[in-house]
């Protein structure tokens, strides 16, 4: 029987109390932001490891971005993954979320024989959720969405995931290879393995692809293959809460606070 190859897609995104929007192009503005792993993406790197401990195989981590995303993804490497894919030219800035997908296809197509593609379910800094459908949509592969546990029959090529939804929650299956988004907070991220540490911190755990590399269409990436454009950007109107204070003694405001909400309730 195969070994499992596991991808999951790991997005670097900067602290959001520290996010900034350059006034004319539009773009997020890093440079004084520090970032960390989209903690989504956390969770679904755990679901990753738990199949890994129950089925055994192989974790690669795909991410697209600058060089200095490194770090981070080192940290991730020493959970318990076994290689780092990093996508990086400056070709591929200011990428929306088709361009995105394309790109990271071009690398999951490149890495090969894929089983399971993982990824959190939205990144904190987009929020649009729209990678783990495209990924699925380009390679014309199934996807479990939102999921909170999922098995895998390795003899039948199966996966089979747990959704909640109200009232319940269902069980959903599906043909590998496939895409799977993760439910944020489903699972607790299990800590960096220190023993890994120095493992992970050497050069060969880390491969870098330019566009050359991944055989990419100009017309595909980047801002020339985004469509979505930010023309504007504008504050969002503050409105005050209502807020009253009632004075007396705790029995007249008692009486008097029932009465405003009786006429509230009434409305």
């Known amino acids: 029987m195969a070994e499992l190859?596991?991808?999951?897609?790991?997005?670097?995104?900067?602290?959001?109390?520290?996010?900034?929007?350059d006034?004319?192009?539009?773009?997020?503005e890093r440079t004084n932001a520090r970032s960390e792993i989209n903690p989504p993406d956390m969770n679904a790197m755990e679901m990753a490891l738990s199949m890994k401990d129950r089925y055994g195989g192989r974790i690669s981590l795909l991410s697209m971005?600058?060089?200095?995303?490194?770090?981070?993804l080192r940290v991730a490497l020493a959970m318990g993954a076994d290689h780092i894919y990093l996508l990086s030219d400056p070709a591929f800035a200011?990428?929306?979320?088709?361009?995105?997908?394309?790109?990271?296809v071009q690398g999951i197509r490149k890495?090969?024989?894929?089983?399971?593609?993982?990824?959190?379910?939205?990144?904190?800094?987009?929020?649009?959720?729209?990678?783990?459908?495209g990924l699925a949509e380009w390679l014309n592969i199934p996807q479990l969405t939102l999921l909170t546990d999922v098995s895998i029959d390795q003899t039948l090529r199966t996966a089979r995931g747990r959704?909640?939804?109200?009232?319940?929650?269902?069980?959903?299956?599906?043909?590998?290879?496939?895409?799977?988004?993760?439910k944020t907070a489903c699972n607790e991220p299990r800590f960096m393995d220190y023993r890994l540490r120095s493992w992970a911190l050497e050069k060969d755990r880390l491969t870098v692809w330019d566009a050359g590399d991944?055989?990419?269409?100009?017309?595909?990436?980047?801002?020339?293959?985004?469509?979505?454009?930010?023309?504007?950007?504008?504050?969002?109107?503050?409105?005050?809460?209502?807020?009253?204070?009632l004075q007396g003694s705790p029995g007249e405001v008692v009486q008097e606070l029932a009465g405003i909400l009786r006429k509230e309730v009434e409305v």
């Open 214 to 245: 991944l055989d990419a269409e100009p017309g595909h990436i980047g801002l020339t293959g985004s469509p979505t454009i930010v023309t504007g950007l504008a504050e969002a109107p503050y409105r005050e809460r209502r807020r009253e204070f």
């Open 65 to 72: 971005g600058p060089p200095f995303f490194e770090p981070n």
């Open 23 to 28: 006034p004319e192009t539009h773009l997020l």
């Open 111 to 133: 890495i090969g024989d894929v089983d399971v593609i993982l990824c959190g379910e939205e990144s904190s800094d987009g929020a649009t959720g729209q990678v783990p459908p």
């Open 163 to 182: 959704r909640e939804i109200k009232g319940g929650y269902e069980i959903l299956e599906v043909p590998l290879p496939c895409v799977i988004s993760v």
């Open 94 to 104: 200011g990428a929306d979320t088709l361009a995105t997908t394309y790109t990271l």
């Open 5 to 21: 190859q596991i991808v999951v897609c790991v997005k670097v995104v900067p602290k959001p109390e520290e996010i900034r929007v």
